[in-house]
Nanobody, 119 residues
Framework: QVHVVESGGGLVQPGGSLRLSCSAS????????MGWYRQVPGKQRELVAL?????????VDAVKGRFTISRDNANANNTVWLQMNSLEPEDTAVYYC???????????WGQGTQVTVSS
């Protein structure tokens, strides 16, 4: 059974930092691309950052230079992180972790963690 679990969300002031964690079990973690997405009420879920199975990151323009995605494939940690710095109120959303394998297509989501940036 596959489990994808996010943690680390919370309330932070503008300019502050948070580190989100995502652990994935029940999959061969090292062959999955991992992504962080976010969603606000009334809007579609959007990609924030993606890291390929070999560790190459991609970021949307809105978070470049502020967010860093990383992963640990070793020692069965099966964890991906999203370090978020210089947070802005516009970053407020529910953040979701995604594990994706393309061929065959396999897609797993976590339950989400709330990030609120407010003074």
């Amino acid at each position: 059974q596959v489990h994808v679990v996010e943690s680390g969300g919370g309330l932070v002031q503008p300019g502050g930092s948070l580190r989100l964690s995502c652990s994935a079990s029940g999959i061969t973690f090292s062959i999955y691309s991992m992504g962080w997405y976010r969603q606000v009420p009334g809007k579609q879920r959007e990609l924030v950052a993606l890291i390929t199975r070999d560790g190459s990151p991609t970021y949307v323009d809105a978070v470049k230079g502020r967010f860093t995605i990383s992963r640990d494939n070793a020692n069965a940690n099966n964890t991906v992180w999203l370090q978020m710095n210089s947070l802005e109120p516009e970053d407020t959303a529910v953040y979701y972790c995604n594990a994706r394998h393309l061929a065959p297509l396999l897609d797993f989501w976590g339950q989400g963690t709330q990030v609120t940036v407010s003074s």
